[in-house]
């Protein structure tokens, strides 16, 4: 699979069926149509999102969702019997990434 390595919604370069808006498209946008909160526009800015779409025949129920933001993707999707959540921080200098799960408090999982 060939990903669009900006990130920018353009089809034609898309490739699987994938999807994606940089923030900075989606930033100019919402400028576009009014004010925007200035914190919000500063994540916005640096925001990205991919979509694939999701394979029936291998249990997905969902697209595969995959936001890339403070140099870490989080991808996620529903799956026949489970809801798959992946973190990838290889682009960053993390160690331990702390999760928490329906307010169960923060676990550690180290990513080295």
Do not use: K
Request: glycine share 10%.
């Amino acid at each position: 699979m060939t990903i669009n390595p900006d990130l920018t919604a353009r089809p034609d370069t898309m490739s699987d069926g994938q999807h994606a808006l940089a923030g900075a498209r989606l930033l100019a946008a919402l400028t576009l149509i009014g004010d925007l909160d200035p914190v919000i526009a500063g994540v916005l800015r640096n925001l990205h999102l991919r979509v694939y779409p999701g394979q029936p025949g291998d249990g997905d129920r969902s697209d595969y969702i995959v936001l890339d933001l403070h140099g870490v993707s989080i991808g996620a999707r529903r799956r026949e019997h489970d809801f798959y959540l992946h973190a990838d921080t290889t682009e960053t200098s993390d160690r331990v990434i702390a999760f928490e799960v329906n307010g169960s408090g923060e676990h550690d999982h180290p990513t080295r």
